[in-house]
């Protein structure tokens, strides 16, 4: 088991840079696909950023790519969301989320396969 905490949000105009953290507990974090996950009001929650156990593969929503990068150190049980380029439409809850069950490049962007959810940390874009 693992549990999770992100780190990191907060106000911002747009255009600007946030990074996320999420600090992973336990020692099987190396094991885990990690992802991010944003939820705006009203809306339903959308997969963002995810990087498979190894680190070599990372997985964007559309929307995010160009934008946005996702890495993880394993020697620190924390996983990264760097947020450049910020839109009013960035603005959300974010989730980190762990996976040890996601064994294909097409799962990374199902919720449904993770079983480790943060709190959230919220970020607010302002225009």
């Known amino acids: 088991q693992v549990q999770l905490v992100e780190s990191g949000g907060g106000l911002v105009q747009a255009g600007g840079s946030l990074r996320l953290s999420c600090a992973a507990s336990g020692r099987t974090f190396s094991t885990y696909a990690m992802g991010w996950f944003r939820q705006a009001p009203g809306k339903e929650r959308e997969f963002v950023a995810a990087i498979s156990r190894s680190g070599a593969s990372t997985y964007y929503a559309d929307s995010v790519k160009g934008r946005f990068t996702i890495s993880r150190d394993d020697a620190k049980n924390t996983v990264y969301l760097q947020m450049n380029s910020l839109k009013p439409e960035d603005a959300a809850v974010y989730y980190c989320?762990?996976?040890?069950?996601?064994?294909?490049?097409?799962?990374?962007?199902?919720?449904?396969?993770?079983?480790?959810w943060g709190q959230g940390t919220q970020v607010t874009v302002s225009s």
């Open positions: 989320a762990a996976s040890d069950r996601i064994r294909y490049g097409r799962d990374y962007g199902r919720a449904i396969l993770y079983d480790y």
